[in-house]
């Protein structure tokens, strides 16, 4: 199918360690694979504004897209550019659409917006503002860095890699303790609610909490709200990060971890290596030299994230938490190996560490389906798809 005639733009913008901006120049080159071209606008640099000008000027612009909205609040006077040409912006959601409601609450009518999980689209159905496309669209990976011919299980260096910042935990805690009584009291109970629950998401708890204490849930649909359970949202995380590599340490192998905040927690650890953290490119050549990849999701009920499927792509084999979508995908075991949070399976994992032949066999069926179904070029397509769905039923 050729589509030498149409061009879609994408915007480049900040983002930790270079990651979204990785995404981006994956979801170029799938594109191009595809047979559209592409134009990445660096909203970062100063003639982006005379860049985006002049591709709309001469180019057929089929479709805008961005990670995270960005580029959602660009105008034309007083009306979003994307309405003034009706030319739809692809909102790229790569975590909880409540870190951006903000951007997402701007007004723009012709608007798509992804989320990583399942159980987001009734997030944005619920407490946003707005009649536009929805489509779950979960993380893809990059086969274009990979080498075909990987290390075997015997020739990797690392036994057990975790790439990641640490934070601890009760900083974002104090953000709600902070406030009166009644305010710390109820984000603890929904905290602690939430903490070891599998399978239900953060709001389903809010909900569950508020109902409990006889509280309006309508305060939901006020930022006053958002705000703190952003901040609930993050105390998880990094606990729960924690947690994971205090559990993984405890493994008798060779532990690697990269990022900041580590030295806080451990000192003088006799089965843990300590680095600073390294951008995104340099992960893939760590994973390349690692058996196994310690993921710990961010929270998600019904999605899948980059890190694991690029573990896999790289050879490796994914050690992650579990949740509904990656049970739908993978086989634990065969697949990929899962972990929960109410017990770490540390015998399970020690034996596969020492049957390197069992190991090999699990990287290559993750490998496997991972290339045929989560690599970024399977998400173009999917976004390719729904552009035209939205294009069709929405204009």
């Known amino acids: 199918m050729s589509h030498q005639n149409k061009t879609i733009v994408l ?7 270079g990651v979204l901006r990785y995404f981006i120049q994956d979801l170029a080159a799938s594109f191009q694979q595809l047979g559209f071209e592409v134009k990445v606008i660096d909203l970062l640099a100063p003639s982006w504004i005379a860049e985006l000008e002049r591709v709309l000027r001469e180019k057929e612009v089929f479709f805008f897209l961005s990670m995270n909205a960005m580029g959602i609040d660009i105008k034309v006077g007083d009306k979003s550019l994307y309405d003034h040409f009706n030319i739809p912006l692809f909102a790229f959601l790569v975590d909880h659409p409540m870190y951006h409601i903000n951007r997402l609450n701007q007004g723009v ?6 989320t990583v999980d399942q159980t987001h689209l009734s997030f944005l159905r619920t407490f946003l503002n707005g009649v536009y496309s ?10 274009h860095e990979v080498s075909v011919s990987s290390k075997t299980m015997e020739e990797r260096k690392i036994d057990i890699l975790f790439v990641g910042t640490f934070t601890n935990p009760d900083h974002f805690r104090k953000q709600w303790t902070d406030c009166d009584k009644y305010i710390s009291k109820l984000f603890d109970a929904i905290m602690e609610k939430y903490l ?3 399978n239900q998401t953060l709001i389903d708890i809010a909900e569950s909490v508020f109902t409990d204490y006889g509280i309006d849930q309508e305060y939901m649909h006020h930022l006053n709200f ?6 609930v949202d993050l105390y998880i995380r990094n606990r729960r990060r924690m947690e994971a590599v205090l559990e993984t340490a405890k493994l008798d192998c060779r532990f690697e971890v990269y990022g900041n905040g580590w030295e806080n927690l451990f000192t003088n650890h ?8 390294i951008g995104f490119g340099d992960v893939y050549e760590k994973m390349k030299d690692s058996k196994l990849v310690l993921n710990v999701l961010p929270n998600f009920v019904h999605g899948g994230h980059e890190r694991i499927f690029t573990t896999m792509l790289n050879g490796s084999v994914s050690l992650t938490d579990n949740n509904l979508f990656l049970e739908s995908e993978f086989k634990d075991g065969e697949d990929l190996l899962l972990y929960s949070f109410t017990r770490y399976p540390h ?3 020690q034996s596969f560490l020492d049957n390197k032949v069992t190991l090999q066999k699990i990287a ?11 690599t970024w070029l399977a998400r173009a397509e999917k976004i390719i798809e729904t552009v035209i769905y939205h294009k069709h039923f929405m204009s």
């Not at 009518?109 to 992804?114: A, D, W």
């Not at 958002?226 to 901040?231: E, I």
């Not at 290559?364 to 989560?374: D, I, L, P, S, V």
Request: cysteine-free.
């Open 196 to 198: 070891y629950t599998h």
């Open 364 to 374: 290559e069926n993750g490998r496997k389906k991972a290339m045929e179904k989560h």
């Open 109 to 114: 009518k012709n608007l798509i917006v992804s």
């Open 270 to 277: 006799h089965s843990i290596k300590l680095n600073q953290a």
């Open 134 to 143: 929805k489509v779950f669209i979960p993380h893809g990976s990059s086969y």
């Open 347 to 349: 015998a399970k994992i």
């Open 226 to 231: 958002w705000s703190h359970l952003v901040n």
């Open 11 to 17: 915007y480049n913008g900040q983002s930790q360690y």
